[in-house]
């Protein structure tokens, strides 16, 4: 169903690696409004060529930048401009990785060169691209800027690992940009921070099956879905929430204001 919501808007979606992708999502449905976009993600991520089904489905074009890279993320804010014609209304950045998530190294027992390259890719990449839109003026007044994120960033989930660190980091970039980016040029920066959700980067979490059963008995209205998430992308692109910035928003069913459910009492009475 479209309302429009984003007609003649452009922007960038970073993240969508497959179907199941909250930034897959995001596409389609921003396309649904009427928005056109760019699609990127790292030159690595595109070897299964999934995304390139995604490119024909919304009508974009794909570029490949590692969101590590300055110099990458100026090509690729530059040529999008060229290509959609103008300066941006929306930036999506879906990003997320862990070294020693992903080779199983404990939080107690880290390896701080995959340390860096988990915070490099997962937060410093938000500032990498909000700094290169801000100095190329590559967003439009009022536009939206958006990083995903997860709980973790405010309590402990012992197996999310350094990724809370990273997430923790990511939320303060939103904040302290959005502080910078809205005086100079009424540019809104939030993070949505998202029900575990299963997802290649998801399911790459110890435990993960336990976790999302776990997070959906405990969540009033359930989990949040991809689908539901990329929903509220819309609205937080969208001229209907043009006050909103610096903000950590929760999409959760209310899992974060619960402390238990009936549910989960039941589990434990003898
Ligand atoms: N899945 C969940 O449970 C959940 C919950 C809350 C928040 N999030 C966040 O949502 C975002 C999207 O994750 P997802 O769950 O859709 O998983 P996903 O694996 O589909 O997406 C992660 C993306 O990051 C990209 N990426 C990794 N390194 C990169 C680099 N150097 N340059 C550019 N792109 C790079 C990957 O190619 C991939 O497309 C992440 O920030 C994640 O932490 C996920």
């Known amino acids: 169903m479209s309302n429009g919501l984003l007609k003649g ?12 992708s909250i930034a897959w999502k995001v596409a389609e449905k921003a396309h649904e409004q009427g928005a056109e976009f760019v ?12 995304i390139n089904q995604l490119g024909e489905k919304t009508g974009s074009k794909i570029i490949p930048a590692d969101a590590t890279s300055v110099e990458d993320i100026e090509k690729l804010i530059t040529e999008a401009m060229e290509i959609l014609g103008g300066k ?24 701080y060169d995959w340390t860096m390259k988990g915070l490099d890719v997962s937060a410093l990449s938000f500032h990498k691209v909000l700094q290169t839109a ?6 439009n007044e009022w536009g939206s800027v958006l990083a995903l994120t997860y709980i973790a960033a405010q309590r402990v989930f012992p197996d999310y690992n350094d990724m809370a660190d990273n997430k923790s980091y990511l939320e303060s970039i939103a904040r302290s940009f959005g502080y910078h980016y809205g005086t100079k040029k009424h540019v809104r920066v939030n993070t949505i921070s998202q029900s575990p959700t299963m997802t290649t980067a998801g399911s790459g979490v110890k435990g993960f099956n336990e976790f999302i059963n776990f997070s959906e008995q405990m969540s009033p209205l359930g989990n949040a879905t991809a689908d539901e998430c990329a929903d509220y992308c819309i609205v937080m692109f969208s001229d209907l929430t043009k006050k909103v910035t610096m903000q950590n928003l929760f999409h959760d069913g209310g899992y974060s204001n ?9 589990k434990f009475s003898d």
Do not use: C, W
């Open 9 to 20: 808007k452009k922007g960038i979606i970073f993240g969508a690696l497959n179907e199941q």
């Open 39 to 50: 699609l990127t993600n790292a030159p690595i991520a595109m070897r299964m060529g999934e």
């Open 88 to 111: 941006l209304d929306f930036i999506l950045h879906s990003i997320g990785m862990s070294v020693n998530v992903r080779k199983g190294r404990h939080y107690t027992d880290e390896n």
């Open 134 to 139: 801000y100095k190329l003026d590559a967003i």
């Open 258 to 266: 619960t402390g238990v459910t009936q549910q989960v009492i039941e």
